[in-house]
Each structure stands twice: as C-alpha cells, then as structure tokens.
C-alpha cells in the first residue's frame, strides 16, 4: 500500500469519527430519500447492508424501511476461511433485539445463521473510506467486498454510501482485484458510474 494511501485512509478514519450523532441522523435521512427514488432499490427484494460502525453512515432507517417495504435484509459475517462475506438473512424480530455478536475486528454480525453468497442479492448497499467521481471505492483496507465480489457469478447492483466529504475528486488507484461500484449516493448527491 502506497505512503499517500495510508495518509488518505487516516485522514477519512479520522473525519468519520469527528461526524457529530446530529450529523449523522441527517446524512442517515438524507441519504434514504434518495435511495428509495432509485429504480435498483425499488426493483430489489433481496438487500445486503451493513451494521454501521467506526463512523460509517448509519443504517437503522434504510434497514427498518427495507422491512416495512417486505424486502428480505441481508447483513454480512466474514468467513474465517476464505476471508469473504457470507450474507444473512435477517427478520425484523432479530434486527430490533439485537440478535448480533462482535467480530474480533470490530464489528457487528449475525450471531448465527445460514449464510449466502452475494450473488443471491439483488443489490448490495456498501460502507466506504473513500469513493473516487469513477467508483473506485476505498474501505477499510481488509479486501472483504473486493473478494467477495470478485468469486461471484451474478453481481448485484453495488451501491455505494457515504459523507459528503467522502467522495474524493483525485482519481484513486485502481488495483485489478478492486470492484468498482456502481453509484453513489452522499447527503448532497448521487452519482452513476459508467462500466
């Protein structure tokens, strides 16, 4: 990983915690309005969405509203293994009490469950450091998503999420094993990218 790579991840590590819980609520809200105008999201009966932590946009509104819209809600647990994410699916039930367990890197997952691959998602909402104006997308650095999509044989529509702050206009490096997203969606815009 490149010196100027390192510097960039610190500095967005560093934003993301700064964000204030006000802050947060109203990218959260901003961010939905959009997304439920997005014809992939409306289309979709199978989402996979993260448990936000580390100071990722929050998720609670997209999760519930993907509930009361009967759309099945899938959350992401690392595969020892393999190092790629399997996608469980959850009910309202298991979301509102909780029903999760800390990995040792932080965050939270199903505490159990079949888990899928993504290629059974219709459309996958994904955390981020950073995303380039091309969809080059920078996350935390473990290459979860990058191998997971890159093993699958139907990719789901890859939506990006993110702070404002988070959408970088220098052109990121792009490494052959990076996945690229799709579109973006920040408090202020959303962005298509074209393939």
């Not at 960039?8 to 915690?17: A, G, Y």
């Not at 999201?41 to 509930?67: N, P, S, V, W």
Request: aromatic share 10%; proline share 4%.
């Amino acid at each position: 990983m490149s010196t100027d790579l390192k510097i960039l991840r610190k500095q967005l590590r560093h934003q993301r915690r700064a964000v204030s819980s006000f802050q947060h609520k109203q990218s959260q809200q901003k961010i939905l309005q959009q997304l439920i105008r997005l014809k992939s999201f409306q289309h979709a009966k199978k989402i996979g969405i993260y448990l936000h932590a580390f100071g990722e946009i929050q998720t609670r509104q997209i999760i519930e509203y993907c509930f009361k819209q009967h759309k099945d809600v899938y959350l992401p647990m690392i595969c020892n293994m393999n190092k790629q994410l399997h996608w469980v699916k959850i009910t309202q039930h298991q979301y509102r009490n909780n029903r999760f367990s800390y990995h040792p890197l932080g965050m939270k997952e199903p505490a159990a469950g079949r888990g899928f691959h993504v290629s059974k998602l219709d459309l996958l909402i994904i955390p981020l450091l950073a995303c380039d104006i091309y969809g080059t997308r920078i996350g935390m650095g473990g290459g979860f998503y990058d191998r997971t999509l890159a093993s699958a044989e139907k990719i789901p529509f890859r939506l990006g999420i993110a702070h404002d702050f988070q959408l970088i206009q220098q052109r990121l490096h792009r490494e052959i094993w990076d996945q690229p997203l799709d579109a973006l969606i920040t408090p202020s815009k959303y962005l298509r990218f074209k393939r």
